[in-house]
């Protein structure tokens, strides 16, 4: 069984940040494309960025140039870095490490992010 740890949610007003941040065990993050996803009440996961091993970055729409997807290595941890929060972003964020190649998929355990005043 493979622990993915994720920490950094929590209650914000409209224009702050927050980071989020998950780590794994370096045999999974050294090979892993990995990302974050996330899960609004009556709305279906959804994915909000991903980096690759090459660095490479994808992020949704409505994220980009507020939310910076990174990681570390040294420490084997995958941050994301969200600023100007909005009330649209207001989910449970979920972490997510994947290897198409060696055939695994594994996830974090959620943490919540509320943005509100």
């Known amino acids: 069984q493979v622990q993915l740890v994720e920490s950094g949610g929590g209650l914000v007003q409209p224009g702050g940040s927050l980071r989020l941040s998950c780590t794994a065990p370096?045999?999974?993050?050294?090979?892993?494309?990995m990302g974050w996803h996330r899960q609004a009440p009556g709305k279906q996961r959804e994915p909000v960025a991903t980096i690759s091993r090459s660095g490479g970055t994808d992020y949704e729409d409505s994220v980009k140039g507020r939310f910076t997807i990174s990681g570390d290595n040294a420490k084997n941890t995958m941050y994301l870095q969200m600023n100007s929060l909005k009330p649209d972003d207001t989910a449970v964020y979920y972490c997510?490490?994947?290897?198409?190649?060696?055939?695994?998929?594994?996830w974090g355990q959620g943490t919540q992010v509320t943005v509100s005043s």
């Open positions: 370096g045999r999974i993050f050294r090979v892993a494309t």
């Open positions: 997510n490490f994947w290897s198409g190649l060696a055939g695994w998929d594994y």
